[in-house]
């Protein structure tokens, strides 16, 4: 049948009358008395919600607060912020039993000397990261993995009041006109904010947490981050003066891996580090911090990491220690290896070595320059002397996968050649990879260099154990 000839019958069925079972069933329908139709409609009552209970108090002992800081120190009125919530309860009877004490005094402790309902997250060890999508999406990174928590800001204001206290004492800003910043908190760790109308979901945070203990390089080890062999050949290269660029995709670890790296620098050396957001942590006592500044409101008054790698080479650096090269700065970068400040490091983004060359390549074509492409990996080529690949595999660990020597140019092309890598080998039951770190079995060319600074390396070092029997 066509679908013309069922579309006609469809519309005959439907004008038909009805049969004479439907009028039985029609006629069967209860119909409502007129004093049914006149009764009048009984609605229960809804309970009072706890929740509308627990914002009340709040709010009460919010105005409570203000007025007691007009006459005491803050310290104090926290010491007895519990004893004025159990008065407001005693004083209204209807908050008896309908909210809770403990959860207020707490959400109110952290608005006042912490930042709001991610102050929990902010104090827990074992998150590392905090994201704030809006008032009620935030998330938190443990483990490597991303869940959803139950904590919730009360609107978009809140959000923006806790921003606010996180930049205004680094005397950054951020409004419509200028709605992104960078920013660190005093712990050193580093926060960046959006703001609408860039941000459609609401104020969105970012806050990459960092211990309050700096990492070691005994806790990268026992991480799986990098081998004990691996660690010992990295110590040598930074205490032999080498050029290091550590490489890798977002949140995959860079910065930690330079900080541990920088803590093999002798205590005696001058360090410069250079940052967007300070959040390096050296032990050593001889450090000069720099950080980049925005424009003022007007567009006026930036400092670039290209502006701040130019002023370090006159404030005669031992090493020069760059948090991120993203732009014209690599140029000057170069240079500076180039030009007798060795043993510096830095870090960039990139998913291999290779692809960490190009990108230093186009990096140092947005200085303005119009270098030849071949003279600009001659720089490369002669400045930089490793580099380390840090990735974030699928299962949240985080692992150096390449250590790669950079022996020179041969023709056009930058020649690389891997000291350790990471092989993977499966991935288990519960979604961990499954691989080891192993060394190639190549000694870099620089290894006489290393022999000639006092610096000796075992060669079983380069060499995977199943090797050394033979």
């Known amino acids: 049948m066509s679908l013309l000839a069922k579309l006609k019958n469809k519309n005959q069925d439907s004008t038909s009358p009805p049969s004479i079972e439907k009028k039985e069933e029609i006629n069967q329908k209860v119909i409502p008395t007129p004093n049914e139709i006149n009764a009048p409609n ?55 039993g309908m909210v809770d004490r403990k959860k207020i005094v707490d959400e109110l402790v952290n608005n006042l000397i912490g930042y709001g309902p991610i102050n929990p997250l902010l104090l827990d060890p074992e998150v590392t990261e905090v994201m704030v999508n809006g008032p009620s999406m935030v998330y938190a990174e443990r483990k490597g993995k991303l869940e959803l928590t139950n904590i919730r800001f009360q609107d978009n204001d809140h959000v923006m009041h806790i921003i606010e206290k996180i930049v205004a004492p680094l005397g950054r800003r951020i409004d419509e006109s200028s709605p992104m910043v960078d920013a660190r908190l005093p712990d050193g760790s580093r926060v960046n904010a959006i703001i609408p109308p860039l941000a459609l979901n609401g104020p969105t945070i970012t806050i990459r947490k960092f211990s309050k203990d700096p990492f070691t390089i005994e806790n990268l080890i026992g991480f799986g981050t990098l081998t004990r062999e691996m660690a010992i050949f990295l110590e040598a290269c930074v205490k032999a003066r080498l050029n290091i660029f550590i490489s890798g995709g977002t949140g995959s670890g860079k910065t930690t891996t330079l900080n541990v790296l920088s803590s093999f620098i002798p205590n005696d050396e001058r360090i410069i580090t250079i940052e967007d957001a300070a959040e390096l942590q050296l032990w050593q006592d001889h450090v000069v911090s720099l950080e980049s500044r925005p424009p003022n409101i007007e567009g006026k008054g930036a400092i670039t990491i290209r502006d701040l790698v130019r002023n370090s080479l006159r404030m005669r650096p031992e090493r020069v220690v760059v948090g991120e090269v993203r732009g014209g700065e690599a140029l000057d970068m170069l240079q500076a290896m180039n030009t007798g400040h060795d043993g510096s490091l830095a870090t960039g983004h990139s998913n291999s070595p290779r692809d960490m060359i190009s990108r230093l390549e186009t990096m140092v074509l947005m200085a303005g320059m119009e270098l030849p492409i071949k003279a600009i990996r001659e720089q490369i080529g002669s400045a930089i002397d490793l580099i380390v690949q840090q990735s974030r595999l699928k299962d949240g660990s985080r692992k150096i996968t390449n250590i790669t020597e950079i022996q020179g140019l041969e023709g056009d092309v930058i020649v690389l050649q891997d000291i350790f890598v990471f092989k993977q080998q499966g991935v288990d039951d519960q979604g961990k990879i499954i691989g080891k770190l192993v060394p190639t079995g190549i000694r870099p060319k620089f290894y006489e260099t290393l022999t000639t600074s006092g610096i000796h390396i075992p060669t079983s070092v380069f060499m995977e154990e199943e090797d050394w029997n033979l």
């Open 42 to 96: 009984k609605q229960k009552k809804e309970p009072i919600q706890p929740t509308d209970k627990n914002q009340e108090l709040k709010k009460q002992l919010h105005k409570q607060v203000l007025r007691e800081m007009k006459k005491d120190s803050i310290e104090n009125i926290i010491e007895r912020i519990d004893e004025m919530a159990v008065e407001i309860i005693k004083e209204d009877e209807t908050l008896l």
